[in-house]
């Protein structure tokens, strides 16, 4: 019912659990370990939104508890992202941003054909283009089970805590 809220302690993780709704743990590890822990008590899951770059930190944030990962920032620059195309100093880039208000009277609406329409929300800058992701997720996939294969763990549940 509300996206937008980010749970980002234990305390406020608390809170929502017990008016029924699911965690969020926001930004650092310790938030996403904590709200994990409280939410996995309450058979909650909990999805780790931040700054999610690389398949390191898909590995720590499952590790942690997490059930899934927010991937805005690590997609940034595939083919399939919105966002405008250009070239800088001979690179292929896409310009990426976000359309996100406090104020809910000066977000913008959408009307009509969406099809045509992209809209990126998250962090205002440029990437160097990565191409689809149907070429760099299975890359990405065998990675996070190198990083399980590295703790020395056989399963996700015995990775965590």
Do not use: C, W
Request: proline share 3%.
């Amino acid at each position: 019912m509300y996206p937008e809220l980010d749970v980002v302690t234990m305390y406020k993780g608390e809170n929502l659990i017990k008016s029924g709704v699911d965690g969020r743990g926001q930004a650092t590890s310790t938030a996403v370990y904590k709200v994990s822990m409280l939410a996995a008590q309450h058979g909650v899951p909990v999805i780790a939104d931040g700054v999610i770059l690389n398949s390191g930190h898909i590995v720590k944030a499952l590790v942690l508890g997490a059930s899934t990962v927010m991937m805005g920032s690590f997609l940034a620059g595939s083919t399939e992202a919105p966002g405008s195309y250009e070239y800088q100093e001979g690179e292929k880039i896409t310009k990426h941003g976000f359309i996100r208000s406090d104020d809910k009277k000066k977000r913008p609406k959408i009307l009509g054909d969406t099809a045509k329409l992209k809209i990126a929300e998250g962090v205002m800058g440029a990437v160097a283009d990565k191409g689809s992701v149907l070429k760099f997720i299975p890359y990405t996939t065998h990675a996070v089970k190198q990083g399980f294969q590295d703790l020395g763990a056989s399963s996700l549940q015995s990775a965590r805590y």
